[in-house]
């Protein structure tokens, strides 16, 4: 497998002035890393993953709910949720998430 690095994986995911903007920055090993960028307001509807994963908020602040809790996610935010996991986000400010899907168990 190649070494990558990302000194600022911030600047991987510019905000757009609106809408939600994804990319895939890696897709090995099983682990694969898109990076997502909201303008402020945007959300993603509840919906599961068929792969464990996890969101990383890298700037910004959001509502975030996974099952039934409400998270108040920040810089620095980390949720690891199980395969078919319900949740959502909603952009408060311009929002940076990295979410790393994981291998299937």
Sequence with gaps: MPTVVYRDLVAEAPIPARGI???????????ELVMFAFAAGERLSEHTSARPAIMHFLSGEADVTVDDEAVDAGPGTWVRMGAGTRHSVLARTGLVMALYLLPRT
């Design 21 to 31: 903007l994804s990319q895939t920055l890696s897709d090995e090993g099983g682990v």
